[in-house]
Structure formats: structure tokens, C-alpha cells
């Protein structure tokens, strides 16, 4: 069964640093690329990272701040974040089969969400 379980969300101020785990269990990361999504509040949810041939795509507002990484040892994908912003408010999800198409992330009908950690960034 697919499970992923986030972590690392919290209150952060702006300007610093937060790393989002994200715990996978019953399928190979090897197979499977992981992206990150996010929902802002009052806006639709949004992909931050995710899978492309020519590398890891991450959306223009967050280019240069976040860092995607995993280790396969530990079966876990994180997203490192800096200098936040308090437009990075929102909740963030890990999803599997996430994929660049045109200048998005999109999902699959196959893909599986967990459960979101919220990330809070203000003075």
C-alpha cells in the first residue's frame, strides 16, 4: 500500500529556513518520482516540484529558494526551503507520479497524496 507522511511544517519568520520530510512506504522511489504541492490559502493547489527530463522543475515563484532531494536509503524525499516568503503560507503536500507538462506540475489518476504539513511564515 502507498503511504507518504509529511513533516517539518511549522511557524517560520520570513527570511529563514524550513525541510519538509516526506516518509515513503510500499512502492521504489526508484519508479516513482515524488513531487511537491502546495496549497495556498484561498488559492488552488499548486506545484512547487516535481519530476522533468531535463531535471528537477520548480515553479518560478519558489526557483533559487527550494531544494528537492532524497534519500533512498531511508526511503524519504525532502524539500529544502529558504528565505521565506509569507506568500509561502500554505499547506504542502508529497504526491507520487508528478510530472512537468508545459511549465506545471500535473498528477496522474494513479498518483497518491499525503497528508500535508502546514508551513507558516510570519513575523
Known amino acids: 500500500q502507498v503511504r507518504l507522511v509529511e513533516s517539518g511544517g511549522g511557524l517560520v519568520q520570513p527570511g529563514g529556513s524550513l525541510r519538509l520530510s516526506c516518509e515513503t512506504s510500499g512502492f521504489s522511489l526508484d519508479y516513482y518520482p515524488i513531487g511537491w504541492f502546495r496549497q495556498l490559502p484561498g488559492k488552488e493547489r499548486e506545484g512547487v516540484s516535481c519530476f522533468s527530463h531535463g531535471g528537477t522543475f520548480y515553479v518560478d515563484s519558489v526557483k533559487g529558494r527550494f531544494t528537492g532531494s532524497r534519500d533512498y536509503a531511508k526511503k524519504t524525499v525532502y524539500l529544502e526551503m529558504s528565505d521565506l516568503k509569507p506568500e509561502d503560507t500554505g499547506v504542502y503536500y508529497c504526491?507520487?507520479?508528478?510530472?512537468?507538462?508545459?511549465?506545471?506540475?500535473?498528477?496522474?489518476?494513479?498518483?497518491?497524496w499525503g497528508q500535508g504539513t502546514q508551513v507558516t511564515v510570519s513575523s
Open positions: 504526491v507520487t507520479d508528478a510530472h512537468k507538462s508545459g511549465e506545471e506540475c500535473q498528477t496522474s489518476s494513479e498518483s497518491s
